[in-house]
Every structure is written in C-alpha cells, then in structure tokens.
C-alpha cells in the first residue's frame, strides 16, 4: 500500500492514539485510517452521532497546513479518487475519504484539528451537503463580522454586533431594525444629498 501524496513510499503499520490501527507515511506524516478500523473506534464513541457546533473562536484555531493538502490523492486500498471536504477555518484545509472503501486519509497534523473541534468523532458527516452548506454559512458570517469590526472599530462592531443577536431572538426585533434604518438612512441622506 503505498502514500496517496508521496505515491511511491509505502505506508507503514501505526496506531493513532493507542486506539485503533492505521498506516502512515514516514515522509509527510500523513495518516491512512481505514473505515474498518475507524467505524468500529467510531461505535464506542459516546458522541459518535452527533455534529458539534462551531463556534465562532473554534473557527480562528490556527495551524500550520501541510503542503499536500492541496493535491489530488488516490485512495492507497482501491486506487479510485479521494473526494475533499473542506473544513474552513482561520487556516482552511480538507480532510479525504474514498467514497468507495470509506477509508480516511489525514494530512499531518490534521487529525489533532478534527479532535479539538470534536470532529474527529464523525469525519463522514463533514462530506455531507447540509454540513458543506453550514461550514460556508459560518465562514461568511465570520467575513461580515470582521468586515463590521474593520468598518466600525472593535468598540462599536461589538455593541452592534450584541444588539443585532439580541434583536434577532427578540418577537419583535424586526421592528428595532426597522428603527435603525431609518434613524442611520435618515442621516445617511442628510450627509450625503442628491
């Protein structure tokens, strides 16, 4: 079985974490976890079924992204492309699987991101569409954020940001964003005339 990055280093025998056997190449660091050995680890996790939620100081963890992370990669059990699922974060990168054999492979390094968010538990929901949908609803969110703090300052992008959530879960908080528009569209044209 040879490294689907480095193609023609062959992988060795490992175990991640004393748990569950895997092969790994010695010249990126990658890890091969197979789906055998992966769902069976998978079944005695208490948290295996369920998605964490992303919060938004989880999506600025930062780290140092392989340089393979970005290339293309055969499946080292059944020679077919690994598809790509993209976990954005500070530092994006994607985490493969072959949607033939269902095995696993991690860049280095990564396998200690998908622990940390509590990802590590359930890799095969991250290639779900409804999954992809939210990871980029949160990515632009967090663009909108920075552009608010960038646009505002920190001061006041946080006390519009609280009142914007405050607003949002308030039964008549359309009715507070109607005010302000027309309290900062009022002086919006009054600064700047036709």
């Not at 976890?33 to 069976?40: G, L, T």
């Not at 908080?173 to 700047?192: P, S």
């Given at each position: 079985?040879?490294c689907p990055?480095?193609?023609?280093?062959?992988?060795?025998?490992?175990?991640?974490?004393?748990?569950?056997?895997?092969?790994?190449?010695?010249?990126?660091?990658?890890?091969?976890?197979?789906?055998?050995?992966?769902?069976?680890?998978?079944?005695?996790?208490?948290?295996?079924?369920?998605?964490?939620?992303?919060?938004?100081?989880?999506?600025?963890?930062?780290?140092?992204?392989?340089?393979?992370?970005?290339?293309?990669?055969?499946?080292?059990?059944?020679?077919?492309?690994l598809s790509?699922?993209?976990?954005?974060?500070?530092?994006?990168?994607?985490?493969?699987?072959?949607?033939?054999?269902?095995?696993?492979?991690?860049?280095?390094?990564?396998?200690?991101?998908?622990?940390?968010?509590?990802?590590?538990?359930?890799?095969?929901?991250?290639?779900?569409?409804?999954?992809?949908?939210?990871?980029?609803?949160?990515?632009?969110?967090?663009?909108?954020?920075?552009?608010?703090?960038?646009?505002?300052?920190?001061?006041?992008?946080?006390?519009?940001?609280?009142?914007?959530?405050?607003?949002?879960?308030?039964p008549n908080?359309?009715?507070?964003?109607?005010?302000?528009?027309?309290?900062?569209?009022?002086?919006?044209?009054?600064?700047?005339?036709?």
């Open positions: 079985m040879q990055k480095c193609r023609k280093v062959p992988l060795l025998d490992g175990y991640l974490e004393h748990q569950f056997a895997v092969k790994y190449c010695q010249e990126c660091k990658g890890t091969w976890i197979p789906a055998k050995e992966y769902e069976a680890w998978q079944a005695h996790q208490p948290s295996a079924q369920r998605m964490p939620e992303l919060t938004p100081n989880s999506l600025n963890v930062n780290f140092v992204k392989s340089p393979f992370d970005t290339k293309a990669a055969l499946c080292p059990e059944c020679q077919r492309y790509r699922a993209k976990v954005n974060l500070k530092t994006p990168f994607y985490v493969e699987r072959c949607s033939h054999c269902r095995g696993i492979w991690c860049d280095y390094g990564e396998w200690d991101i998908l622990e940390s968010l509590g990802l590590h538990t359930v890799i095969e929901q991250l290639f779900t569409n409804e999954w992809q949908s939210k990871a980029r609803e949160q990515h632009l969110w967090q663009k909108e954020r920075q552009a608010t703090v960038d646009k505002l300052g920190s001061e006041l992008a946080a006390q519009v940001i609280e009142l914007g959530e405050k607003l949002a879960e308030h908080g359309d009715f507070g964003v109607a005010y302000l528009m027309r309290r900062v569209g009022g002086n919006w044209q009054r600064h700047n005339p036709k």
